[in-house]
């Protein structure tokens, strides 16, 4: 069956679907809660060191589809002005960046509307690095899951569950984006984990990489599951390695644009 043929199947799917995520949405509201009341005593035992997830987000910076993800025009300038402004325009899923359930499925959360409770939370790193090597197309799975768990405890409601394949390491080199033969080619979440997340209460999930599907998903279904259940992703995540696997707490810096769904992001964890 063709990719396009694919896709639309699980659009169609999605889309029939969306009484059970709106029930979804709903409970996961009520796990954002949760996970919002986790990171205040979390915050409490830091020791302040914050650690910036964001990369720096210029033409260069790689993207899905190729094209430049910011655009700069010189709108003011000092010799002329007396001040400096730049006309900046750049497309949402661009940079570190946040996925807001609109941008997969229709009556749901605009960025806009995230509840910012769900923007400060517990952050656990799941370390695929290992499988990444073996695999550039490597997902997290249920079993990397429950081996986390049995190695670290429970996984907080509400939390962030952030994927660290290693792929920050590749930033500036193709292989961030592409194989040898130009093929996407980037670690991701599987269905089927992200699915035990849902019925976790996690709240948001985020890739060191493009993409929350893997570089060689033929039907985004991770997009099309986790998104339309009410959650958001981050994708292109920086310096995880800088991070225990637990104790951190995530600030989500999402953009408050009308109707975005999504949008470049400054994301910064406390220890």
């Given at each position: 069956?063709c990719?396009?043929?694919?896709?639309?199947?699980?659009?169609r799917?999605?889309i029939s679907?969306?009484s059970?995520?709106?029930r979804?949405?709903a409970?996961?509201a009520a796990?954002?809660?949760a996970?919002?009341m986790?990171?205040k005593?979390?915050l409490?035992?830091?020791?302040?060191?914050?650690?910036?997830?964001t990369?720096t987000?210029?033409?260069?910076f790689?993207?899905?589809d190729?094209?430049?993800?910011?655009?700069?025009e010189?709108?003011k300038?000092?010799?002329?002005?007396?001040?400096?402004i730049?006309?900046?325009?750049f497309?949402?899923?661009?940079?570190?960046?946040?996925d807001?359930?609109?941008?997969?499925?229709?009556?749901?959360?605009?960025?806009?509307?995230l509840?910012?409770?769900?923007?400060?939370c517990p952050l656990?790193?799941?370390?695929?690095?290992?499988?990444a090597?073996?695999?550039?197309?490597?997902?997290?799975?249920?079993?990397?899951?429950?081996?986390?768990?049995?190695?670290?405890?429970?996984?907080?409601e509400g939390?962030?569950?952030?994927?660290n394949?290693g792929?920050a390491?590749k930033?500036?080199?193709?292989?961030?984006?592409?194989?040898?033969?130009?093929?996407?080619a980037?670690p991701g979440?599987?269905?089927?984990?992200?699915?035990?997340?849902?019925?976790?209460?996690?709240?948001?999930i985020g890739?060191?990489?493009?993409?929350?599907?893997?570089g060689?998903s033929a039907?985004?279904a991770?997009?099309y599951?986790?998104?339309?259940?009410g959650?958001?992703g981050?994708?292109n995540?920086a310096?995880l390695d800088?991070?225990?696997?637990?104790?951190?707490?995530?600030?989500v810096?999402?953009?408050?644009?009308?109707?975005?769904?999504g949008?470049?992001?400054?994301v910064m964890?406390?220890?």
């Amino acid at each position: 069956m063709c990719n396009a043929c694919l896709i639309e199947n699980v659009r169609r799917e999605a889309i029939s679907r969306r009484s059970f995520f709106a029930r979804s949405a709903a409970a996961g509201a009520a796990a954002i809660t949760a996970g919002a009341m986790a990171a205040k005593p979390a915050l409490a035992q830091s020791s302040g060191q914050v650690v910036d997830l964001t990369w720096t987000l210029d033409p260069e910076f790689p993207t899905f589809d190729g094209m430049p993800g910011i655009m700069f025009e010189s709108d003011k300038d000092y010799e002329a002005d007396g001040y400096k402004i730049w006309k900046v325009t750049f497309f949402e899923h661009s940079g570190t960046h946040i996925d807001a359930p609109a941008h997969f499925a229709p009556d749901t959360n605009t960025v806009d509307m995230l509840p910012p409770e769900s923007l400060m939370c517990p952050l656990c790193i799941i370390d695929l690095k290992a499988k990444a090597a073996e695999d550039p197309n490597a997902m997290v799975e249920p079993e990397d899951i429950e081996a986390f768990v049995s190695a670290n405890g429970e996984i907080p409601e509400g939390a962030c569950v952030a994927m660290n394949s290693g792929w920050a390491d590749k930033m500036g080199d193709a292989s961030y984006r592409n194989d040898g033969e130009g093929n996407f080619a980037f670690p991701g979440f599987a269905k089927s984990a992200t699915d035990m997340l849902l019925d976790m209460g996690v709240a948001s999930i985020g890739v060191d990489t493009l993409s929350l599907d893997p570089g060689n998903s033929a039907d985004f279904a991770v997009h099309y599951s986790w998104l339309p259940a009410g959650r958001y992703g981050i994708e292109n995540l920086a310096n995880l390695d800088q991070l225990p696997a637990t104790g951190a707490t995530l600030f989500v810096g999402a953009p408050k644009h009308a109707g975005g769904t999504g949008g470049p992001a400054r994301v910064m964890a406390v220890v």
